[in-house]
Structures are given as C-alpha cells and as structure tokens.
C-alpha cells in the first residue's frame, strides 16, 4: 500500500514533523495496478506519429487522462508532507552557495520516500505512477540541485534495473536504492561521446576464466558521480553476431565497492550547484556475469529507453518552477509603484505574465496528457510525446525564468533574489537529457520515417490495383486543391472538444491537414536525404509540438469545463490565446518549409555560418577602420 508505505518512512522523521495521520489510509493489500484507474481507455499510442499523416487519433488523446478517487486522495496525502519539507527545510540559498546539498537535507529526502518514488512496494519503493510522478515533482522543482540528484538517481540511475533487469537484480538493488541508503547515476556520456552516444569507448572484456567482465575507461558530466553506490555503466562488448565478432554496447550494473572506481573533482557548474556533477573513471573494474542488464549487445537500446521514458517530468517540474515565479513577482508588480502607477497596470508587464502563465498551462497539459499516456496498461510508446514535452518546456521555462527576473529589474539581478538563480539553474535544462537540437531531430525523423513507410504502402497498394486506395489518395488531394473545409471529427455532433472551444478546434484541424500534406511533399521532394535536411526538420519537429501542445489544452480545458472545475472560464482564454498563435506560427513556417518559397532563408544562413565558421571569426570589417 502506498500510504502505508510512505507513513512508515514519515514515522521515522517524527522530530521534523512531518507524519500523516494513520486515519487517512483507507486501503491495504491491493496491488498498485488495481488501484489506478485512468478513465482514458488504452489503446494503439501512435498519436504524434500520426500526425504526420494529418490525422487525428481522438480516442488516444480525448478524453484527458483522469484518476481514480482513491488514487486523487493519495496524491493530496502525498503532497502535503513534501510541499511543508521543501518549505521549512530546503535552503536553497545555501545548497546554492555551498555548493552541496548539507546530508541532513538528503535525509529528509530520504525519510519521505523520493529517493524510490517510483520502485514498486514490494521493493520497499512508494510506486507510484507517472502521474503522481509527475505531481512530486512539481514542488521537487523547487530546487533545481535537489531536482537533479533525486532525477539522476530514479529518473536514469537505477530506471535500467527497473525496466530491463531480471528479478534477481531487482531484488539484489531496488531496496537500498529506494530507502537512499545507496544512491545510483547513469555513466554513458564520455569525452569523445556526448549526443552521438553509440561512439562510446569505454570497453568491457570478458575474463580469462570467463566469470566476470573488466570495465575500462572514462565517463564524464555524472551526476551523482562521486557520492553513487551503484551505477548504470555502458560499455562497448564483444558479441558474436552470425559468427562474426562484432563491437556492440552492452550496460552493466557496477558496485563502487567492486573496486577500481575513481571519481574526479566536481565541476563548477553555472546552475545546479549544490548537485554533485564530475568524471567517473574505471580501471578493470570487475563485474559479475549476473550483473548484464538485458541482453549482451543490447545496451544502446536499454540507454535509450531509460532517457526515453523520463523526459515527461521536465513539463510538471518547469511548470511548478513558473507558478511559483508568478506568486514571488506578482507581489512585487502589485505593489512597486512607477509614474504614479502599480507595474502590473503596465501593459509590457501584463505581457510577461501572460507569457508565464500561457507557458505554465502548456506545459502542464503536456506534461499530464503524456503522463496519463504512459500510464496505461501495456507499457505504450511515448516516446515521441515525451520527447515533445521536454523541448518546449525546457525553452519555455528559460524564458519564463528572464520575464520574471525581468520584472523585478535590478533586484531580479542580485542575489539577494532568488531569481538569478533560478535563471543560472534553467540554462541547463534545453541541454541534458538529450539536447533539444537533437531532440528535435529524433521527433522529426521519426514521424517522417512512419509517415515514409505508410506513404510508401498505399502506393504500392496503389500499383498493385487496389481502386479503393487510389481513389481515396485522389479524392483527398483534390479536396485540398479545391480549398474544401476540413473536419476531423472534434467538433460538431459527435465531437470530443467543448463547443466553447470550436474555433480552435478547427484552426487545430486545418494545421494537421495542412501539417500532413506538408509532410507528404517533402518526403517526394528529399526522398532519404531528409536526414541531412537539419533545418527543414526543426521547423517540421516545431511544427509537430504545437501540434501536440494544441491537442493538450483542448483535451484538458474541455474536460475542466465538463466537470466544472473552478476557474474553467480562464482554461478556456489560455487555450483560445495559445492555440490562436500556434496556429499562425505553424501557418508561417509551413509556408517555409513550401518549394522556393520566397520566406525561406535556409540558403542564406547557411552561408552566412560558412563564412565565419571557414574563418573562425566574425569577418565583417570594422566600420572605423577606415574612411572614404
């Protein structure tokens, strides 16, 4: 039972005062899975991908993912108790300053179960959903070192016992691992090997006697790096593939207590201080046999369904981040007076709360729309929606960071603030857990790839004399050529978004449309060269995630006007804004993305980056160094 489960680690912290009350656990000796109760009903997830093909899954996104009752009054218990932590007991400042984070604090951490906030109970872990996930973490955000250590050891460190290992290592690690007592990192980035992640050098060999393997090398930006117990360690393996001896990645559980481990000093970081963050190295380090994750070979795939399945967070933690700046800066715009008049009655300053606040809601949908996703039963790909979620938080949250530092002027740049260092944390988040350039280069190419093979099937249908096929591709090439309206099902009769919310709707509709056949031509036109079409795909995969951030705050304010939630009116002028400018940016850089278009300045900046990068400078002549 969860409950019973985070009382017990509350119980042991009585002198901070943090326990529940043993009259608000309702439930025991029922499984975690009997006790979620999404009312979205699982099926098929391929709905980013399938957006690449102008259409509409509604069933995958509508209604927005719900909870059951019993697991909405876990939530309230769960949240209580961390909010009051990270209020009386969290000093930011100092964590900050000293760059560490003091070991009573990890404690604390410790006592309320956030070091196995999502290990199963029979692990000794909380086991919690992706949901209630995703809600801790709104308030862990609050700290952005704090954030990092419990998200490098749960979010990656140990995610690879949890969702590849065998019972054995389950039961071997999960314990320790979910009361804090040993804590996990994730080594896979090295000096030579930083997003191009399968040129790891870093080897594993077999032993002479065939009982263990020897790790050697370097891995570097570890976080948790010098204070891990047990580490996710990848390594290039010998595999026998066909008979042919092949190089392949293969990961590891490593014991610092095996021996041969060092760690370097800690890197002195802009941000994030107060995380540990330094080089890890190995010297024929033993690893018992028993200690492979997965198969031998396997591990790039195992590395990438860890970082995978962790990017959804980083929506709810930006969001928390962002809801808190708007209570610290709406106080102070509320009561700074300037020419006789309140800030927050100066309409450049309204924008920058408008900005925070459309963000926050964005990011939040997302980050629940993915959540309640993956959360169904049947581990559902969510790979790409994650992925989404992650790029326009991240950037959203550095700009909602500046804005808020912004309203406070000068104050916002001192220290005595804490603005600039939520400023200084931010930065890191467009690069680590995959950079958004790359990022956005998985989520276009992969959409394009499925849209390339579904393409490449109807034609081949086409060919082989299915009429019904032919005549459907036609008809729908002709309608758009005729200009007809576009209807995907959300609204009218049978619609699944709220009357108050129609006409975006229909913008929503004419962009996937829009977004389709766009995807189609660009494929006839670079075929498999796309791939090297870098700036064309970031407008694709820009495309794609307002595609997906509309679909978010159509779903959720839908349903909060449905069921009435408070405040539903202002969803609705949040949604309406967002899905009003989203509409005429995806508009503008589909229109980029058409054959000579006369908006497109790819050629341009191109060459323009040339010139400098082939002189290693800025090339322009200064304009005193001479006169006519």
């Not at 390339?452 to 299915?466: E, F, P, S, V």
Request: charged residues 20%; glycine residues 10%.
């Amino acid at each position: 039972m969860i409950v019973g489960r985070f009382i017990k680690l509350l119980s042991k912290s009585a002198p901070v005062g943090r326990q529940l009350p043993a009259s608000n656990v309702r439930r025991a000796g029922k499984e975690l899975w009997q006790l979620r109760s999404f009312q979205t009903h699982p099926k098929r997830l391929g709905y980013g991908k399938d957006l690449f093909l102008g259409q509409v899954n509604k069933a995958d996104v509508f209604p927005y993912p719900e909870i059951g009752n019993e697991e909405l009054d876990e939530i309230k218990q769960l949240v209580a108790p961390v909010e009051k932590f990270f209020s009386e007991e969290v000093d930011s400042a100092k964590i900050d300053q000293e760059a560490r984070i003091p070991p009573e604090t990890l404690n604390g951490l410790k006592e309320l179960g956030l070091f196995g906030i999502q290990i199963p109970e029979e692990y000794g872990g909380l086991g919690l959903s992706n949901t209630m996930y995703a809600r801790l973490a709104e308030i862990i955000s609050l700290d952005g070192s704090i954030a990092v250590t419990l998200a490098a050891h749960q979010a990656i460190g140990l995610k690879g016992i949890l969702i590849a290992g065998n019972e054995a290592q389950k039961q071997k690690y999960l314990p320790k691992l979910a009361s804090g007592e040993h804590i996990a990192a994730f080594c896979l980035t090295e000096p030579g090997s930083g997003s191009d992640a399968a040129s790891i050098q870093t080897r594993a060999t077999l032993s002479e006697d065939g009982t263990h393997y020897l790790i050697n090398g370097s891995k570097i930006w570890i976080s948790n790096g010098a204070m891990a117990d047990v580490m996710t360690v990848f390594a290039r393996t010998e595999v026998d593939d066909n008979g042919m001896k092949k190089d392949k990645i293969s990961a590891f559980i490593v014991e610092r207590a095996f021996g041969g481990i060092t760690s370097g000093k800690p890197e002195d970081k802009l941000g994030i201080r107060g995380s540990n963050t330094c080089e890890v190295s190995f010297d024929n380090v033993p690893v018992p046999l028993e200690n492979l994750i997965g198969e031998l070979g396997g591990g790039f795939k195992v590395a990438m369904n860890i970082l995978n399945s962790g990017r959804f967070s980083m929506g709810s933690s930006s969001a928390g981040m962002i809801k808190k700046l708007i209570e610290l800066t709406s106080e102070y715009a509320a009561t700074r007076k300037q020419f006789n008049k309140r800030l927050s009655e100066f309409g450049m300053i309204q924008e920058k709360f408008a900005i925070m606040a459309l963000n926050a809601f964005v990011m939040e949908s997302m980050a629940y729309l993915t959540a309640g996703m993956m959360d169904r039963p049947g581990l559902p790909d969510c790979s790409l929606e994650a992925a989404m979620v992650k790029v326009f938080s991240s950037e959203g949250g550095w700009i909602c960071v500046s804005e808020a530092l912004q309203v406070l002027g000068g104050l916002g740049y001192t220290k005595n603030y804490p603005y600039e260092r939520y400023v200084r944390d931010c930065r890191i988040l467009p690069i680590f857990e995959g950079t958004n350039e790359i990022l956005r280069m998985y989520i276009a190419l992969t959409g394009m790839q499925y849209a390339g093979k579904i393409l490449t099937g109807r034609i081949k249908d086409m060919k082989k004399g299915n009429i019904g096929m032919a005549l459907s591709m036609i008809g729908k090439k002709l309608r758009s050529s005729l200009g007809a309206s576009v209807d995907l099902g959300l609204t009218g009769k049978d619609g699944v978004v709220h009357p108050s919310l129609t006409e975006s709707a229909k913008k929503f509709e004419q962009n996937v449309h829009l977004f389709g056949s766009t995807v189609e031509s660009l494929l006839y036109r670079y075929g498999k060269t796309i791939v090297d079409e870098q700036l064309v795909l970031k407008r694709v995969a820009d495309v794609l995630i307002n595609l997906y951030a509309m679909t978010a705050v159509l779903s959720r304010a839908s349903r909060s006007i449905s069921i009435g939630l408070r405040n539903h009116d202002h969803e609705v002028l949040l949604t309406n804004t967002f899905c009003s400018e989203a509409f005429f940016k995806n508009n503008y850089m589909m229109t980029q993305l058409q054959k000579n278009s006369p908006e497109n300045n790819d050629a341009s900046i191109k060459k323009i980056a040339c010139e400098v990068l082939e002189n290693r400078a800025y090339i322009c002549t200064h304009p005193l160094e001479r006169t006519f």
